[in-house]
């Protein structure tokens, strides 16, 4: 960086009136050495100036350091303002050594061994000239000086650019030798009117004269203020029998030089008289000090008093408001304590209904299921007597000798096992056979227990799947049940015995007029309805003819010897063939039925079970 007021171009300075003066070079009044690899020295503080004031005042030398920095400063002054001529004495001459001797070490760091050593960080600080011809690293200690960086910022600037790693606190003390050597320089150039004051700087010097006046002003004060205490010391330190304050001596200093100090009493023309005032005026003294005491203590005792009115006072305001404050806190405790109680009562009231509600809903529910099962009940006991009385001829049907007739009417072959029902009674017409062959009484029995047993037969066949169903596909089956709006199933045989179930819920009326529908007879007892129902359904879903149905049957020459109904037609089968089928591949008749036997009252009415199913029902 150039010197304040030129810029640097190539071995030229470029200045702002446009001269162009090449460098002063050569001579040791531009070259100050400074020893950056310490702690530099820090610029004239006020408490330096300070303590060499107070040395200076009280006679005592300079100490060593001041000594020492002034004889710096002195010597960087002649340095610069003072040229040394190439035939000084033989002390100049040690000096100029000494400068040379430094100027070849900071040339050879520069371009020898020196120059490459590095640290981490930068490199190593060495002793270096300050001059006027700043190389980088000082145009940047400049630059960043002037732009406000602390010394810091500055520091680490040179450390990260890989330049010289000065201590931070040697910036401040190479900034302002630089300063030094560039006012130096400049003041050769003003000399020899190479350069000149620029527009603007005389409005900047003036400014600058008037806050230098303050700072002179405010030191001279602080100066004069420490004036007459040291007066004091040394008025106590002549005569150490006297002590006066630095107020006393400057009071009396100034009163000596115009003239109107009192003289001495020792030197008074009437010391009798002097005495007397003196006297008086110590009573006076006196009374003033006993006064001022009096009232000092009033004051306080007033102070006292207003002290305490006040404690008390805050003391009273404190209290209203904790008062204040409890009386709320009592009205917001009752409030909540009404709230809560209120609520519990509600909830208790909500409670008790609820579970009042709770009970009479248990109740009317309780009531309407009770009611249901009854009508069910009722139901199903109808359709019970109307199955049991509804055509007596069925019972004929049932005896043994009928059950021969129909077996040799459909022949060896004809109809056995082509829809026969999971819960055929064959079992069941075994047991009734064996029960009639008990003696003499039990002709009676049979006689009297024959229209009970042929209603649990009834029973059992009419609650059977029917058999043409049997025959019918799962798609079909399925259609049947979205018909009666009845659930559906992936399983047969529940789709069959759903189907069954819901025809036989169904009154004889609701039969018949289901077969008028169908374009079916609707005569003969319930059975039969059903009968022809299954058929009905058999032969709309497959568009044939039902195994077993009034035209299959009536083919048969023998068939037509004998009135049968339909569903006796279906029902009687081999006994052979249908045992398997009802009871499974593990049946015994003889073990089984001897079971059974045992289950039967010899009066013809079946024993019930703890389960309340009839052993007799096979539905």
């Known amino acids: 960086m150039a010197p304040m007021g030129a810029t640097k171009r190539g071995g030229l300075l470029d200045f702002n009136d446009g001269e162009d003066v090449p460098f002063i070079r050569g001579g040791d009044e531009d070259e100050l050495t400074d020893d950056d690899h310490g702690a530099g020295d820090d610029a004239d503080t006020e408490s330096n100036d300070e303590a060499d004031d107070d040395d200076f005042l009280e006679g005592t ?30 002390g100049d001459d040690s000096k100029s050594d000494r400068d040379a001797n430094v100027a070849g070490e900071s040339s050879a760091d520069e371009d020898g061994i020196l120059g490459r050593k590095r640290i981490t960080g930068g490199r190593i600080a060495l002793p270096k000239k300050i001059t006027a011809d700043l190389d980088s690293e000082d145009e940047i200690i400049l ?36 300063k030094i050597a560039i006012g130096a320089r400049k003041d050769e150039q003003l000399d020899a009117e190479l350069t000149d004051w620029h527009e603007g700087e005389d409005e900047i010097l003036i ?13 001279i004060q602080k100066i004069t203020d420490r004036r007459f205490r040291y007066v004091a010391d040394a008025l106590h330190n002549i005569k150490p029998s006297v002590i006066y304050s630095p107020k006393a001596c400057e009071k009396r200093y100034y009163e000596v030089m115009n003239g109107t100090a ?45 002290d305490e009115r006040y404690r008390l006072e805050l003391a009273n305001r404190r209290q209203a408001i904790a008062e204040k404050k409890s009386k709320q806190v009592s009205t917001q405790y009752q409030k909540a304590k009404a709230m809560v109680e209120r609520k519990e009562k509600e909830v208790a009231k909500y409670r008790a209904l609820r579970i009042s509600t709770s009970a009479a809903l248990e109740k009317a529910e309780s009531a309407k299921t009770s009611r249901e099962m009854a009508k069910q009940r009722a139901a199903e006991e109808k359709r019970r007597l109307q199955e049991d009385y509804g ?13 021969g007739r129909r077996r040799e009417s459909l022949g060896s072959s004809e109809g056995s096992g082509l829809f026969v029902s999971t819960y055929a009674s064959s079992p069941v017409r075994r047991i009734v056979d064996k029960l009639g062959d008990m003696g003499p009484a039990s002709k009676t029995r049979s006689r009297t227990s024959s229209a009970p047993n042929s209603h649990k037969r009834r029973h059992s066949e009419a ?46 009326a609701e039969l018949r007029q289901k077969l008028s529908d169908l374009g079916r007879s609707r005569n003969g007892p319930k059975a039969d309805l059903l009968a022809r129902i299954q058929e009905a359904e058999y032969e709309n879903a497959t568009g044939k003819l039902a195994p077993g149905s009034s035209s299959s049957v009536t083919e048969n020459p ?62």
């Open 61 to 90: 030398p300079v100490s060593g350091h001041s000594l020492h920095k002034n004889a710096k400063a002195g010597g960087v002054l002649d340095e610069v303002n003072h040229p040394a001529s190439p035939h000084s004495n033989s």
């Open 143 to 178: 630059r960043m000086k002037q732009d406000g960086y602390s010394d810091f910022n500055i520091a680490e600037k040179l450390a990260q650019e890989g330049r010289i790693r000065y201590d931070h606190k040697t910036i401040s003390t190479r900034y302002n030798r630089i």
């Open 207 to 219: 400014e600058a004269m008037a806050k230098a006046e303050e700072v002179m002003k405010s030191r």
């Open 262 to 306: 009192k003289i001495p009493p020792e030197l008074d023309d009437d010391p009798a008289k002097r005495a007397e005032e003196k006297s008086i005026r110590y009573i006076a003294y006196l009374e003033r000090q006993q006064r001022e005491k009096t009232e000092l203590l009033a004051a306080k005792e007033r102070a006292k008093l207003e």
């Open 391 to 403: 055509d007596m001829d069925y019972d004929d049907e049932e005896t043994p000798t009928g059950r």
């Open 463 to 508: 609650n059977s799947p029917p058999g043409p169903r049997t025959l019918l596909s799962v798609s079909d089956l399925s259609r049947l049940l979205e018909k009666r709006k009845l659930p559906k199933t992936p399983k047969k045989n529940l789709m069959l015995q759903r189907l069954h179930d819901y025809d036989a819920s169904l009154s004889t």
């Open 558 to 619: 023998s068939a037509s010897k004998t009135k049968r109904s339909r569903l006796s037609e279906a029902v009687v089968a081999d006994e052979n063939e249908i045992e398997p089928t009802i009871f499974g591949e593990d049946y015994n008749p003889d073990e089984d039925e001897d079971d059974l036997l045992d289950n039967i009252n010899v009066g013809g009415k079946p024993k019930r079970r703890s389960s309340g199913v009839d052993p007799l029902v096979f539905g």
